[in-house]
């Protein structure tokens, strides 16, 4: 296991989770993928995942939406489904350039859901409330160390 999440080697880019953060990411990545299936459009993490096309705009806003919410939501499934493969899959093979995307978004989309949970700002966040919500942040903030590590190794 590296101390790096990701890393570039001679042949691609590579992950390395320990066994308990894989699992982690395995389910933040399936509870991401049930969310956009079941697209409860009071929920706001949904509402970041999938924006208004048009605020104060409401009926070109409904019709960007029927145009476009199915094949976005679509496309997030894929590539989240695809960073679960990417798991499953064998440890020791470099990312494809799609693996490679499909990570980099899934994160992203992780990231959003967590952030609209724990109310995260372009002030920041409060301290958390409890337990629960500490422990949200550190994985909240875990994932942008892993996310910075792909892009590292993206960028080498």
Do not use: C
């Not at 509402?47 to 679509?74: H, I, N, S």
């Amino acid at each position: 296991m590296s101390l790096f999440p990701f890393s570039r080697k001679r042949d691609g880019v590579h992950f390395s989770f320990a066994g308990h953060e894989r699992s982690l990411i395995e389910q933040l990545v399936s509870q991401i993928v049930t969310l956009l299936e079941e697209r409860d459009e009071a929920d706001p993490a949904v509402a970041r995942l999938l924006p208004a096309g048009y605020r104060g705009d409401d009926d070109a806003d409904a019709e960007f939406r029927r145009l476009t919410v199915d094949d976005l939501t679509a496309r997030k499934v894929e590539t989240a489904t695809l960073v679960l493969e990417t798991l499953a899959g064998d440890p020791k093979a470099p990312l494809s350039k799609e693996a490679e995307q499909a990570w980099l978004r899934t994160l992203n989309d992780v990231r959003l859901t967590l952030g609209t949970r724990l109310g995260v700002t372009a002030d920041g966040f409060d301290a958390p409330a409890d337990q629960e919500a500490a422990y949200l942040r550190a994985v909240y903030e875990w994932l942008g160390f892993v996310q910075e590590t792909l892009v590292r190794a993206l960028d080498r």
